[in-house]
């Protein structure tokens, strides 16, 4: 098969989406199929067809501790223009079979990539344009799961500007957590305990768009769990070695410990499955996913998100739940292909 791995674009998750695409590039070729990586960005200045023999760049498979400079990355295309498809991204993945979607983060996950493939007859991995965008959105998601009976820590949207800060961390209650609407990877995501700690969450916040979720706080155990083909995969615990599961706890190898399955009772893991699976069914989802959770003392499963495109890094969580049911990387890879031409042919 003829396969194009879509990563990098212009998100603050970039470098955790190329290191994602380097990964998935290598175990295709290893399966046999003839396989071109491109950052979507930055496109390519040669012959588009000469990315599929081109080697995968071993720089790129490293995630640094910080987020990417965005600024620096536009700098960097030289042909400059507002397109978010880079020179040669669209001719390439015309070329496919299939589109394999190795982004993460705005511009990626959104649906907008996913909108215009559609728009182009050009099938890809994951789910479709509009569930995409609305599990993008941590308000919308929420509003969604709510009412579907899944337990989900209060929250409120807020839209502000830098003059308006003051007067908000006023107001808002602690611990509470501060969260970009439609942000990845922990990015701008701050976990405030004392009132006095608001005001720099928000700039943080700020940052990312100003506009956010403010959500209750729930304290309790970090768990994931990943879905495949409509089935909840073995639940993955994370438990950081310091702080909250960040950025930086995601992507530094040994920065978190991982135990997958968790270790929970069989009762959790199902309550955890069910709950995945209802966000999952009801936000119109298909092939894969992965939804976070806390789970306090007592197993209430609180659910937090759901992410469409989960990463695939050599740190990252569905991979090793997958493999606790017997899915290697290249087979997993493999699968989310089928499943995904199957959901474009349905019309998912």
Avoid at 25 to 32: K, M, P, Q, S, V
Avoid at 192 to 210: K, Q
Wanted: proline share 7%; with cysteine.
């Amino acid at each position: 098969m003829k396969i194009v791995v879509l990563a990098g674009g212009l998100s603050p998750e970039r470098n955790v989406s190329l290191s994602s695409g380097c990964k998935v590039c290598a175990a295709l070729r290893e399966r046999g199929h003839e396989t071109a990586l491109i950052d979507m960005y930055l496109g390519t200045g040669e012959e588009p067809a000469a990315l599929f023999a081109a080697p995968i760049p071993e720089e790129l498979t490293r995630i640094g501790r910080q987020a990417p400079d965005l600024e620096s990355v536009k700098a960097s295309r030289t042909e400059g223009g507002a397109s978010q498809f880079g020179p040669g991204v669209l001719d390439l993945c015309g070329m496919a079979d299939v589109v394999f979607l190795g982004l993460h983060g705005a511009c990626g996950e959104d649906g907008r990539v996913q909108a215009a493939l559609d728009l182009l007859g050009i099938p890809y991995t994951g789910a479709g344009h509009l569930g995409s965008a609305i599990a993008m959105d941590k308000d919308l998601t929420k509003r969604v799961a709510a009412p579907l009976g899944v337990r989900t820590p209060k929250w409120e949207l807020v839209q502000y500007t830098e003059e308006e800060i003051p007067a908000l961390a006023e107001r808002l209650d602690t611990p509470c957590v501060v969260k970009p609407v439609a942000s990845g990877s922990s990015i701008g995501v701050s976990v405030v305990r004392r009132g006095e700690d608001l005001p720099a969450a928000l700039r943080d916040g700020l940052s990312c768009g100003g506009v956010c979720v403010i959500e209750q706080y729930v304290a309790g155990r970090e768990i994931q769990v990943g879905i495949l083909e409509d089935k909840a995969l073995p639940s993955i615990e994370i438990v950081p070695k310091e702080g909250f599961y960040d950025y930086e706890n995601k992507y530094q190898p040994g920065a978190a410990e991982e135990f997958c399955p968790a270790p929970i009772p069989a009762e959790w893991e199902q309550r955890l499955g069910e709950a995945a699976l209802t966000v999952f069914r009801g936000l119109g989802l298909s092939v894969y996913a992965r939804a976070d959770f806390i789970v306090e003392e007592d197993g209430t499963p609180w659910f937090l998100e759901i992410n469409t495109l989960p990463g695939m890094t050599p740190t990252s969580l569905l991979p090793q739940e997958a493999a606790a049911v017997g899915i290697g990387y290249g087979e997993l890879c493999e699968r989310i292909i089928t499943a995904s031409l199957e959901a474009r042919k349905a019309g998912k």
